[in-house]
């Protein structure tokens, strides 16, 4: 008989068909019934054996972690907690599962630090499998956003030659021997000798790449892994995360801040419409971990109140001038709450101002934009006030910065102006410099970290938690 | 005004109403008829400037590759080769390109190889544009084959300390100074001070650590980037490339076979039937690429119909014994006209025999299976022939292997045995060989090169041409 996933079979009216399920035991009680499940779905199927129906030698095999087969009939439930139920004709072993041995048993929760450890299994945890269903619904409602409106997906380079972007520190890619590396004439490495006859890089981000794919197919995206090589041993940085930057001909800050919204708008909405019994789960999950902590620490929206709070308010946009003018007259910073005061026009804002601004001021989601160029990168466009370029910053409830971008500077000789006025090595970016010689044109693009979206969308606290298998300075097991 | 794609007003119906197009030119003729291209379709939009209207200062700036803005009315076109175009009520020129510099001129048609040096370009021309256009058809057409299944999409990691797989050569990844690497008591490279605590590599495959997920949620996929540090400069093979690879609890080797064949079938058809306009020019490409080809070299297939061939043919299943027996008997093999002559048993099929089978014997897709263990990897599950594993590659007209996979070897024993005959770090496999502890199921997956994907759907034969920045030896440039 043809198996049926869960998920399928518990939308199945039940008529006493006989069934064929597969999945791993999640619990054995009084010897009859069997919670099932597949990984479909997080609800598990109740199997419901019959008394003296198994040899003792199945009954003592049908343990936690186990993986079975069972095959019956799908009948109306009169137990609690689920609508149908397998009467079980047949079942068998396909693989056992040592008790004394495997990790996860219902009696002692493990921590989510431990399960970082065996992240192998920490999938077949409910926890873990609804955050890993959510970034799946995440990944592909990206792609799904982008496709709907003509955007091309565009795979920028994961190695790179070019290192201008200075967004971080990078990862050496090399082939070179790392005990005896050839020298040069002057005792240098002679990276001439490496794979790719240059020093290489793990990329640090797409944008510059995607610009060239812009000014040719007019909208594109990105949506691949890049690297930082900082020591940052925090709950919100990976070495290895993913990252998704659109990038498009023909829009100013303007358009970029509402392309920017209805991206945002558009995943919390299809997060809340196609993960709604994972959300759940994980709402309730958020609600048992805050109500652990200090009341002045728990969040005053639920999980899913924040996807709310996101799908359905505009943002609020406004100049980063108009933002430090609230702040510095907000009440925090005269009673000096605030660790960070604010107290003159150019400072970079701290994540306790952009929460201010969004949960306290204007309590919904703000885009502040028109940055001072100082705080800024290389390749955003300069406003005419020659003081500031037109950068944009989402900020979200509980997180702040979620989405950075800008305008880029189209215009040839401001951009190798301010190239030279920083020191970055023009001629390493010949080719970014000639997309502004060769029909340029107005164009902006923003980048958003997937972990960090998948943060905000689960209500997981630490970024370890929400990507299969997290890079860190120490760890890359697996 | 707001701008409006070319490939929506081509879409138009014309009635002479106000639009705004921006997009760069492709081609100026009698200081009156402008084709842009904005890079949302192949077609070019023809606009039409009155004689005498514009300034003879704008008219020198309409040159190939400048991006301009232009505003008219929208009207049917009674010239030749459009059904619309656009009577120029006003024009801006955004970006200026110099004609004497600009590489990419009509006259003189660049050679694929000279494309390659000017990759941020090359995306301008109709042939990669075409390909690039595909290529995100096929991206997104991946994901939507497999999130209609219920498949999940999994972000396995690219930098791995596991190098047990053994696909190939690998990059090295690292933050110690390679003038200077701290070493051990006994003089050897002390990884344990490397960013990660041990020697890290850019993974060459996603398989194992889409296993542990298969184990856990059922059916799974991965898409990403995957390396080889091999020094092929063939076209064939790049450094980074993108890798699908499916991985599907409780499917036998048969199960697999099927979900391969629905897959490839799926993504050609959807290439038939959204790319249509891109895939008839490719396939007039290659066919003036064939005619330039000596008689005996040429396709006997037109790209459009290999497409076809795929998503209309059942693929002919067989098993590798069966397979030689046919080779063995074949007129090739008999007349010496292969170059590896078929004698016995055992030996791994080379292209020639493969392309033989699909477009010689059976003029059909084929799917191999049951390859002997010795030409096969560790992970394979052992037939109960002793010498065969339930391994299959998929083959395709012109291309020859285009998925290899298998059913994995799910029994704890029979894995570590081969593990150990082979000589590979059991410690290092430790997680992957406790999916086979701890609830194992019997489970297959396969591999698909996207890369491999787009040279056969596009039509294009250099590998290097269907990734926007291809790396391999010697190049990273960009």
Redesign the interface.
Known sequence: MK?I?I?ELLATAPTGQPVAV?G??RSFRNSQFISIN???TLQNLQAVVELNALGEDTLKRITT???ISVSGDLVASLGKGQAVEVKVKSLEI?????PE??PLQLKNRPSLEYLRE????R??TNT??AV??V??AM??AV?KFF?DR?F???????????DAEGAG?M??????D??K?PLDDKG??DYKED????E?N?TVSGQL?GE??A????EIYTF??T?R?E?SNTTRHL??F?MIEPEM??YDIQDNMQLAQDFLQFLTRYALDHCAEDLEFLNKRALEEDQAKPQEQRSELTLIDRLKFVAENDFQRLSYTEAIDILRNSNPNKKKKFQFLIDEWGTDLQSEHERYLVEKHFKKPVILYNYPANIKSFYMRQNEDGKTVAAMDVLFPGIGEIIGGSQRE?RYDRLVKRVNELGLPEKDLW??L?????????HSGFGLGFERLILFVTGMTNIRDV???P?Y??????
Chains 1, 2 share one sequence.
Not at 118 to 121: C, E, G, V
Not at 154 to 162: E, F, L, Q
């Open positions: 198996r996933k998920k597969h791993w035991v597949d990984g479909s972690g186990a993986c396909l693989g056992d599962c040592d041995a495997y065996i992240a192998h299994l999938s077949r873990f499998s890993m269903r970034r799946h990944a592909f792609h496709n003509g091309y997906y565009i795979h920028t380079p994961v190695i790179t030659g070019s520190a990862f050496r890619v090399t082939t070179l790392p005990a590396p240098h490495i794979f790719f006859g240059r290489t793990l790449e060239t794919y000014l040719a197919l007019g691949g892994p690297f090589a020591n070495a290895e993913w001909a023909f189209e080719w970014y000639e997309l502004r010689k060769y029909g340029s044109a107005p990507i299969p298998f890079r300075p120490g760890n890359a097991e697996f």
